[in-house]
């Protein structure tokens, strides 16, 4: 009888067997280079960040490698076309990542793992308070910063994360009767203005909603938003406090134009799920999603008026815009494209 980290791990090895079988015949998708085909130690990338068009990190899962520490920060110099992995050592996967310039960054993850960096290559863990599975993180500024994940967890800092205060949720466990929200992301404008999305799930009723939620006042309190969809919100991305995207499950993308008081259905032309979104100003911007085999990339230039759509054999997993030169796509299975 196999370990829960050992089944995870021989899942692994076997996707990532098959996931071989198929990268030769990856397509190159119009307007974007093929950085990097595969990760060669078959890592999983779940996070992309850039600082400029050549020094970026991604984090995600190498179980292939030690299942007992499988979270993976990799490192490159080169716009993603090699990465070094950092030699610290995390017992969890890794979901998030989010960089503020090139010295001060932090990785988020499963059972609350928090991590950071000040000089954008060695790191520390931070402590957290919860075992809650962290979904995504951002800051303000080197010392301001926010976290959120699943069990209505949200989490802030005003010194860079040396101390990080629970603001909901944090605990761990099974929903039960309880209504509960799962955070999938979390953006803030400024230090008092920011929103979460994600899910709000009803075990009464056997019913589930999806949840968007701001703050006003550094996330003391918050107001849901009507977003009138029940799918899953994966990400959400706002350009300045008026103007903002979320997308998720079955290809929904929600469109605010007063900071999200009211939010709008725009036509994604798939129904595949889309996992990320990211905006260069008001009007280009890109979604990227899928599952195993199959794979979407949306581009917009005019708002998300309308989004052209191309496929691929892989899943993408996160979109990170530098600006409106520099895109970087990253898929699964550590394939790294950018823009042309």
Do not use: C
């Amino acid at each position: 009888m196999y370990s829960t980290k050992s089944s995870r791990h021989i899942y692994k090895i076997i996707r990532h067997t098959l996931f071989w079988s198929i990268v030769i015949a990856f397509p190159v998708m119009a307007g974007w280079v093929v950085m990097q085909k595969s990760d060669s130690e078959y890592r999983d990338y779940m996070a992309i960040a850039f600082t400029s068009n050549k020094t970026g990190w991604v984090a995600g899962s190498a179980l292939a490698e030690d299942f007992e520490n499988p979270g993976f920060i990799g490192y490159s110099k080169d716009g993603g076309t090699t990465w070094q992995k950092s030699d610290i050592k995390l017992a969890a996967d890794l979901t998030g990542i989010y960089f503020l310039d090139e010295k001060h960054g932090w990785v988020i993850g499963a059972n609350g793992l928090i991590a950071n960096t000040t000089n954008g290559k060695d790191w520390d863990i931070q402590i957290s308070k919860v075992d809650t599975t962290l979904k995504s993180i951002y800051f303000v500024d080197k010392d301001v910063g926010y976290a959120a994940g699943e069990n209505d967890t949200i989490l802030s800092t005003t010194n860079g994360g040396r101390r990080w205060v629970i603001l909901n949720g944090g605990q761990v466990g099974a929903v039960g009767d309880n209504d509960a929200s799962m955070f999938n992301a979390i953006q803030f404008i400024n230090k008092e203005t920011g929103w979460v999305a994600g899910i709000r799930v009803f075990p009464a009723t056997k019913t589930q909603k999806s949840i968007i939620q701001k703050t006003m006042d550094s996330g003391q309190t918050w107001v849901t938003q009507e977003t009138g969809t029940e799918d899953i919100l994966e990400d959400i991305f706002f350009v300045d406090d008026t103007t903002g995207w979320a997308v998720g499950e079955n290809g929904i993308i929600l469109h605010t134009q007063n900071g999200g008081d009211l939010w709008i259905p725009q036509a994604s032309g798939t129904e595949e799920k889309l996992s990320s979104v990211r905006f260069a100003d008001k009007n280009m911007g890109w979604a990227v999603g899928g599952d195993f085999g199959v794979g979407v990339v949306l581009s917009t230039t005019d708002g998300g008026e309308t989004w052209e759509i191309e496929e691929s054999k892989e899943k993408m997993v996160k979109v990170f815009v530098l600006d409106k030169q520099n895109v970087w796509l990253a898929g699964a299975s550590g394939i790294i494209l950018k823009a042309e």
